[in-house]
């Protein structure tokens, strides 16, 4: 499942610099770390309440996917609203609408850089370019998928295998 540009290079997550999360029902909630999902198969999509890409693709494929892997506890599924421009219009209420909105009953961070006014730390150390855009990190840590376009139903396929051979 890893895109060409990671075809031959082991990239391991980078713990996570989001300091706003809510739970799955919209409630604030601790900083979210990559020790909370040990062993996990871990998607997380990165979006700004006022990208239309993120509207028409991206979210609804993300609700597909949440949908269709429900069922295996071996897979985990975060959204992080990644601010990098319109400050003023991608704010923390926006990120719970969305939440709200899409009925998405996962984690949501949100991540407007240190100072709240500057690129977001997730995009810099995962390196994203932009939204709607998606990182899988397999249960080892290690970022196996990054990038805009996803096939979202060979994706589906392939992470209903995650888990079956994995001794408990």
């Known amino acids: 499942m890893k895109n060409q540009e990671q075809e031959n290079k082991a990239i391991f997550a980078?713990?996570?610099d989001v300091k706003d999360w809510v739970d799955a029902d919209g409630n604030?909630?601790?900083?979210v770390k990559l020790a909370d999902f040990k062993g996990k198969f871990k998607v997380?999509?990165?979006f700004q309440s006022w990208c239309p890409g993120c509207h028409s693709a991206g979210l609804p494929n993300l609700q597909k996917m949440v949908e269709a892997l429900k069922d295996n506890p071996s897979v985990a599924f975060l959204a992080i609203q990644t601010v990098?421009?319109?400050?003023?219009?991608?704010?923390?209420?926006k990120m719970l609408e969305t939440q709200k909105?899409?009925?998405l009953k996962i984690p949501f961070g949100h991540d407007a850089g240190n100072d709240g006014k500057s690129r977001s730390n997730f995009m810099?150390?995962?390196?994203t370019?932009?939204?709607p855009w998606f990182v899988f990190i397999d249960q080892?840590?290690?970022?196996?998928?990054?990038?805009?376009h996803i096939n979202v139903d060979a994706a589906i396929k392939a992470l209903m295998n995650v888990g079956e051979n994995q001794p408990e």
Do not use: I, L, M, S
């Not at 604030?28 to 900083?31: A, E, F, P, R, V």
């Not at 990098?84 to 209420?93: I, R, V």
């Not at 080892?140 to 805009?148: P, Q, R, S």
């Open 44 to 46: 997380v999509y990165c």
């Open 28 to 31: 604030k909630t601790d900083q």
């Open 14 to 16: 980078p713990e996570f």
């Open 124 to 127: 810099k150390n995962y390196q």
């Open 140 to 148: 080892n840590n290690e970022v196996v998928f990054a990038g805009f």
């Open 129 to 131: 370019g932009g939204t």
């Open 84 to 93: 990098f421009e319109g400050y003023h219009e991608n704010t923390y209420a």
């Open 101 to 103: 909105k899409y009925e």
